[in-house]
């Protein structure tokens, strides 16, 4: 079992960076295949970005473009999520998901691959 607890969002103008970050409990983080999908209003929840355990692989959704940048670091329990050039259709309710993976070295693209999910954080970019 693992928490996944969120920070780093809030409201920025369009043009802004953020950087979420989402800290795991328990002590192995470099087990779990870590990720982060998006909520907007009104729409299907969406893949952002995959790391892998080691954080030597990584994918993005279709829809993401180079301002998204994933990393990792597995002595703080952490997996952050870079955001610039914030545009406002990137407001959206972030989650952070894992999924336990000891003898896995991919990553996952799809939402019913991941086990837990963090409570979200509100990215808002006003115009």
């Known amino acids: 079992q693992v928490q996944l607890v969120e920070s780093g969002g809030g409201l920025v103008q369009a043009g802004g960076s953020l950087r979420l970050s989402c800290v795991a409990s328990g002590n192995d983080f470099s087990n779990y295949v870590m990720g982060w999908f998006r909520e907007a209003p009104g729409k299907e929840r969406e893949f952002v970005a995959s790391?892998?355990?080691?954080?030597?692989?990584?994918g993005y959704g279709e829809s993401m473009n180079d301002r998204f940048t994933i990393s990792r670091d597995n002595a703080k329990n952490t997996v952050y999520l870079q955001i610039d050039s914030l545009k406002p259709e990137d407001t959206a309710v972030y989650y952070c998901v894992a999924k336990f993976s000891p003898d896995y070295v991919g990553i996952y693209y799809f939402r019913t691959y991941y086990d837990y999910w963090g409570q979200g954080t509100q990215v808002t970019a006003s115009s």
């Open positions: 790391i892998s355990r080691s954080g030597n692989r990584i």
